[in-house]
């Protein structure tokens, strides 16, 4: 079966640091997502992205954060200045269609310092 | 506002017997229903849907899960659990309208025994 892939599988950063998620979703899928999961917490959905542009965002995705397709493949997840509290456990996630069902990466984990 | 809850954080089970692993909702419309799996060091993948038509819907690896409205509920069972069964499970819904930003519970986590 196709896979999204994620890298790197864990990043460390100190407080305050950019970091960029990276993420290749299965290619001839439209729609991509990001989620997070804080430790011991619930999976929540940041954004989603089709067409080039966010097509729905959560009140989490705030102006620290922006994502981008930068070419045919990878799908970014940038964060401006990393806060303690963005300590989680990141999915990137794509799908053919809307509706249909969701292909998770293996996550990244992020640790703030 | 939407809301998800599984009420049990851990649950193990000896290797044959069966499971259910419960999930309550909560929808201001009819859901789309998910049960997901996340093995250790893996992704979330899915095991079954509901979308709409039976109640009762079949998924991978021997899954099953019945909605019942009334109830609020999505339970996922399986008959008889394997050792490889033993993973962290997460219940979420999603609208019907068209997006795909899932709800997801806190995730139960099965341990199997011998």
């Known amino acids: 079966e196709p896979e999204v892939t994620q890298t790197p599988s864990h990043q460390v950063t100190q407080m305050g640091q950019e970091v960029i998620l990276r993420c290749v979703p299965i290619s001839n899928h439209l729609y991509f997502y990001w989620y997070r999961q804080i430790l011991g917490q619930k999976v929540e959905f940041l954004v989603s992205?089709?067409?080039?542009?966010?097509?729905?965002k959560s009140e989490i995705f705030d102006d620290q954060f922006s994502v981008e397709r930068p070419d045919g493949s990878n799908f970014t997840l940038k964060i401006r200045s990393t806060k303690l509290e963005d300590s989680a456990m990141y999915f990137c996630?794509?799908?053919?269609?809307?509706?249909?069902?969701?292909?998770f990466g293996s996550g990244t984990q992020l640790s703030v310092l | 506002a939407q809301s998800v809850t599984q009420p049990d954080i851990h649950i193990t089970v000896s290797e044959g017997a069966s499971l259910e692993l419960r999930c309550n909702y909560s929808y201001g419309a009819t859901p789309y229903l998910f049960w997901y799996v996340q093995s250790p060091g893996q992704g979330l993948q899915l095991l079954l849907k509901?979308?709409?038509?039976?109640?009762l819907v079949q998924g991978i690896k021997g899954f099953e899960a019945e909605f019942k409205r009334s109830q609020s509920s999505f339970n996922l069972r399986k008959p008889s659990v394997h050792w490889s069964d033993a993973a962290e499970y997460f219940c979420a819904v999603g609208p019907q309208t068209g997006a795909n930003n899932l709800f997801f519970g806190t995730g139960t986590r099965l341990t199997v025994i011998p």
């Open positions: 509901y979308f709409s038509g039976d109640t």
């Open positions: 992205f089709y067409n080039n542009e966010i097509s729905e």
């Open positions: 996630a794509s799908s053919p269609q809307v509706n249909e069902k969701l292909f």
